[in-house]
């Protein structure tokens, strides 16, 4: 019998991922993970925005007096300007708009940095890689083969496509009965109070994120998922938020933002989050009106007052639910006489026509060039940069003003621009992305028990403080990378690496790594760590990552691999290569 392999001691491991995973302030990434002070739970879970020097110093200050802030002012763009750490190069390349994708991706241009070593021109195959890693939560194989095939053009036209069947996303879906469910099959399913509807819609999001081949469709519902949120759980939701994820977000991801802001206005779970059931014609609860002008609309930078708030709080009060659950305008709790918001007024002397008259300033505010650009933004933060070209966002806006508020039109247009295949390098992944697209560049099998294995990522997720529609705030998750940086994450996400790596969770266990990911006969080490690093990070490892690797198994990278002992070690080297800071590139 042969000896079992002997490990390799904590100090190699140590010294191999540190060696493997670099530092992350190198070119277009713009973050040293490691180097941040301070946990997840401080960095992410408070309510409050850092200092920005120069403008309003709190968000009540804004609140107040709205013309304190900055064009750009809101909670992910004081995130980056209170950043301290060096900023990455300035993209290069055009800024215009292209008559189709593929021609504008020949039109991209790369800067010095971590993914790349000197200017030029953008490669097919870097053009490639960049748009898998924006418009999916992380390329399986199969994506990879389809794009090649396909090229940039079809692909992504078969992805903007609104009508796209999605099976094995509906099978992920599926694997939990009450994602998704109405009121009134939530409360015959459960007890009264309970958070499983709520949790199940968490996991079978995150089973369409790592299962469904509409992957762009899955990253716009997460954009606006976050954009008019709803925490899920949350105490007010047990019974109306599953179905709030369905019937408004996915429903209207690919539609009209009027369309979805005014089902979102219409929705209890909404209505519960924000309080405006609570409103009575006396006592009108400011939530929603404030949040509405502040995060779903026009932004604090619009120059809307307090008593545009107030106004806008009373046009939308009278907006509830009946005790069966379901959305129920109550006349009698409508606040009347006259509102102005802006440019928009109205007599508002009819608490019978409240309803109609709300949604008039629903579409007023989805129509307004305010609105454009805070759309806009949060699409080009999302897709291009933490830092987004404002002449990129102000295009977007007129796309979306021309077309009525319709999202697609907006997105084509995007992809369209220079400006997002400049980008290479610009995004890091968040815990959500890495964790997913750390199980789908592993491939993971869908079976009769990855439904226990999905609720152990979520538990997962949530310990990295991004489980799917659970962020606490009505503002959503933040999505810049200075949000995220803390030592204590990037060590848990490591640590996931190696858990899928080897199937570590329930419901995901597997015997062996996929064949193309373990080594061949006949080859060196260095064979098999360039071939690990175009399936797993679109290249092959740099010099010092492929030292520290050889460093790592015992052995020079010119020395035929020893496929028993790495068979056992294979999971390991695997792991380290998803440490990589090209991985962690978004």
Not at 153 to 170: E, K, M, N, V
Not at 364 to 374: E, G, S
Not at 475 to 500: C, F, I, K, T
């Amino acid at each position: 019998m042969e000896p079992v392999p002997t490990p390799p001691s904590p100090v190699v491991r140590r010294a191999a991922i540190g060696a493997v995973a670099g530092v992350l302030a190198a070119g277009g990434l713009g973050v040293e993970l490691l180097s941040r002070r301070g946990s997840l739970s401080e960095r992410v879970t408070a309510t409050g925005v850092p200092h920005r020097s120069g403008t309003a110093a709190s968000r009540s200050a804004v609140a107040e007096r709205p013309g304190l802030a900055a064009q750009e002012d809101d909670r992910d763009s004081s995130y980056v300007a209170g950043d301290q750490r060096p900023k990455p190069p300035a993209q290069t390349g055009s800024t215009r708009d292209y008559a189709g994708y593929a021609e504008a991706a020949k039109a991209g241009r790369v800067v010095p940095g971590l993914l790349v070593d000197k200017a030029g021109p953008l490669t097919t195959a870097q053009a490639q890689r960049h748009l898998l890693n924006r418009v999916t939560f992380g390329p399986r194989p199969s994506d990879v083969e389809s794009l090649a095939k396909l090229g940039i053009d079809r692909w992504l036209a078969a992805q903007l496509s609104p009508t796209a069947a999605d099976p094995s996303g509906d099978q992920a879906w599926r694997a939990f009965k009450l994602a998704g469910a109405d009121v009134g099959t939530v409360r015959r399913s459960i007890g009264q109070y309970s958070w499983d509807a709520m949790f199940q819609t968490g996991f079978a999001t995150l089973g369409r994120q790592v299962f469904g081949r509409r992957q762009l469709f899955e990253v716009v519902v997460d954009v606006f998922a976050n954009h008019l949120h709803v925490a899920t759980p949350s105490d007010r939701g047990w019974d109306v938020a599953p179905h709030y994820a369905a019937a408004v977000i996915r429903k209207h991801a690919f539609g009209r933002y009027a369309d979805m802001l005014k089902a979102a206005m219409r929705h209890p779970a909404m209505l519960h989050f924000l309080d405006n059931d609570t409103s009575t014609r006396e006592s009108v609860n400011e939530n929603l009106g404030r949040e509405l002008l502040e995060l779903h609309t026009v932004g604090v930078s619009s120059g809307y007052t307090e008593q545009d708030m107030r106004s806008s709080a009373y046009v939308l009060s009278g907006r509830g639910s009946n005790d069966d659950g379901e959305f129920d305008y109550k006349p009698e709790r409508h606040r009347t006489g006259r509102v102005k918001v802006l440019d928009w007024s109205a007599a508002n002397t009819s608490a019978k026509g409240g309803l109609a008259l709300g949604d008039k300033y629903l579409d007023y505010l989805a129509k307004h060039p305010a609105t454009a650009k805070t759309i806009a933004r949060k699409l080009v933060v999302r897709f291009v940069d933490d830092v987004p070209p404002p002449e990129l966002v102000a295009r977007l806006a007129q796309v979306y003003l021309k077309n009525n508020t319709a999202i697609l039109p907006v997105l084509t247009a995007l992809f369209r621009s220079g400006e997002f295949w400049n980008s290479l390098g610009r995004k890091t992944k968040r815990p959500l992305e890495d964790v997913v697209g750390t199980a789908r560049a592993l491939d993971l099998p869908f079976g009769p028990t990855t439904g226990k294995g999905l609720e152990a990522m979520y538990w997962q997720l949530n310990n990295l403080g991004h489980a799917p529609l659970a962020w606490p705030s009505p503002n959503g998750y933040p999505d810049v990378a200075p949000a995220w940086s803390s030592a204590g994450q990037m060590l848990e996400r490591w640590s996931s690496h190696r858990a899928l790596s080897y199937g570590w969770w329930d419901g995901l266990k597997r015997e062996k790594l996929p064949a193309d990911l373990r080594p061949k006969s006949g080859d060196t080490y260095r064979d098999w760590f360039d071939r690990l690093g175009l399936r797993l990070i679109g290249q092959r490892p740099n010099a010092r990552q492929r030292t520290a690797l050889a460093t790592f198994v015992g052995a020079k990278t010119t020395s035929r691999v020893d496929r028993g002992r790495m068979d056992w070690q294979a999971g390991h080297v695997v792991a380290l290569v998803l440490d990589s800071p090209q991985f962690l590139a978004r």
